[in-house]
T-cell receptor, first 115, second 110 residues
Framework: NAGVMQNPRHLVRRRGQEARLRCSPM?????VYWYRQLPEEGLKFMVY????????ESGMPKERFSAEFPKEGPSILRIQQVVRGDSAAYFC?????????????FGEGSWLTVV | SQQGEEDPQALSIQEGENATMNCSYK?????LQWYRQNSGRGLVHLIL?????REKHSGRLRVTLDTSKKSSSLLITASRAADTASYFC??????????FGSGTKLNVKP
């Protein structure tokens, strides 16, 4: 059973370009989470999605950031008009269920560098 | 903030010693989970303790939870150089909301 797959692992964008980060959850998982980690810091919650639904986007910046988890295909985190402050590691995690004992499983992350 | 907050921020010990990390949170939780992150990698789940549990063991790991103080501790016994990593606690609300702290960076010297 493959784990959570994220791509690309490393992405370099110039200021003003768009960044698209993809996440394929573990097989059978219908819940996806996106977190951002700045160097030497913890993970900041961004958004929680189920298939075709955004459940909680309280951690998402109001502008330039969007996320989706379509019925078919991976979840996408999209950052428009990137700025240097967007440089960070973006982690996706997935879980099978929202019930007690739920554990989330992380991908290896996508490292975005804005130059 | 609903996030878990760990202390210390950094801990350096000799191989064979025990390492203790603490975590505090702000509001009632469903459970609290500890994760480990090696440099440049994703987080790996270590152990989960439910809100009605006080202590849990898994191999060399021992986790305690004090809901009256809204705090948890992770003890790694007989540490090894391979335990060198960052350790994060996640306070879990509504079963689906995971809030992570800034982590404790553990360095185990051989």
């Amino acid at each position: 059973n493959a784990g959570v797959m994220q791509n690309p692992r490393h992405l370099v964008r110039r200021r003003g370009q768009e960044a698209r980060l993809r996440c394929s959850p573990m097989k059978g998982h219908s819940h996806v989470y996106w977190y951002r980690q700045l160097p030497e810091e913890g993970l900041k919650f961004m958004v929680y999605l189920q298939k075709e639904n955004i459940i909680d986007e309280s951690g998402m910046p109001k502008e330039r950031f969007s996320a989706e988890f379509p019925k078919e295909g991976p979840s996408i985190l999209r950052i428009q008009q990137v700025v240097r402050g967007d440089s960070a590691a973006y982690f996706c995690a997935s879980s099978p269920t929202g019930t007690e004992g739920n554990t989330i499983y992380f991908g290896e992350g996508s490292w975005l560098t804005v130059v | 903030s609903q996030q878990g907050e760990e202390d210390p921020q950094a801990l350096s010990i000799q191989e064979g010693e025990n390492a203790t990390m603490n975590c505090s949170y702000k509001t009632s939780i469903n459970n609290l989970q500890w994760y480990r992150q090696n440099s440049g990698r994703g987080l790996v789940h270590l152990i989960l303790i439910r809100s009605n549990e006080r202590e849990k063991h898994s191999g060399r790991l021992r986790v305690t939870l004090d809901t009256s103080k809204k705090s948890s501790s992770l003890l790694i016994t007989a540490s090894r150089a391979a335990d060198t990593a960052s350790y994060f606690c996640a306070a879990v609300y509504n079963f689906n909301k995971f809030y992570f702290g800034s982590g404790t960076k553990l360095n185990v010297k051989p």
